[in-house]
Each structure stands twice: as structure tokens, then as C-alpha cells.
Nanobody, 124 residues
Framework: QVQLVESGGGLVQTGGSLRLSCAAS????????MGWFRQAPGKEREFVAR????????YYTDSVEGRFTISRDNAKNTVYLQMNSLKPEDTAVYSC?????????????????WGQGTQVTVSS
């Protein structure tokens, strides 16, 4: 069993920055690809970013490419999402997700574990 706890959300003005953290407990963190997703009010959950097990490969949705950076520290069982140049349309609940050990999840349904999420609000 893996538990994920996000932190770092809050209220920020347009153009500001936030750094989200996702702390994982449980086994085999370094064997799990990790992802960040977000869900805005009235909208479906949206993929944001993904990082490979060793951190060597990352992938972003087009709307955050160049502004957001996903990273991980396997020694601390933590994955991060650095968000710069924030826009009002980035407002959402951000959740991290962990893939099954040894898997390479492509879609939300392929992630095995989910955190509760942290609210990010960007004011205009």
C-alpha cells in the first residue's frame, strides 16, 4: 500500500510561482513512475506532468510546457511540481499519483495510488 500526501498549494497572483510536494509512504517509491493531475471546478481531471522512475524522463501537457517542472527525490520519497508564470486557468486541485511498481502509466486509469490533492488558486 502507498499513501501520497500533497502540500504546497495556496493562493498566488498571476505570474507567481508555487512548488508542490508529494510525499509518499510505503514500498518501492523508486520503482514507480509518478504523475501530477489537476481538476478545476466543473471540469474533468486533466493530466499535467509525468516523471519516470529514475527521473531521467519527463512529459508535460502542452499548456504547462516551459512553465512547470516535475522532479523527484527518491531518497526522500518525494515528487515535486515547480509551477512558474502561473495563470488563472491553472486554478485547480492538484493531485499526485503513483504507478504500479515497474509500470509506465500513460493514462489516469493506469495509476495505482492517488493523493487527496492540494488547492492552487491563481488570482487575476
Amino acid at each position: 500500500q502507498v499513501q501520497l500526501v500533497e502540500s504546497g498549494g495556496g493562493l498566488v497572483q498571476t505570474g507567481g510561482s508555487l512548488r508542490l510536494s508529494c510525499a509518499a509512504s510505503g514500498r518501492a517509491f523508486s520503482l514507480r513512475a509518478m504523475g501530477w493531475f489537476r481538476q478545476a471546478p466543473g471540469k474533468e481531471r486533466e493530466f499535467v506532468a509525468r516523471i519516470s522512475r529514475d527521473g531521467s524522463s519527463t512529459y508535460y501537457t502542452d499548456s504547462v510546457e516551459g512553465r512547470f517542472t516535475i522532479s523527484r527525490d527518491n531518497a526522500k520519497n518525494t515528487v515535486y511540481l515547480q509551477m512558474n508564470s502561473l495563470k488563472p486557468e491553472d486554478t485547480a486541485v492538484y493531485s499526485c499519483a503513483a504507478g504500479g511498481a515497474g509500470t509506465t502509466p500513460q493514462f489516469a486509469t493506469e495509476y495505482a495510488y492517488w493523493g487527496q490533492g492540494t488547492q492552487v488558486t491563481v488570482s487575476s
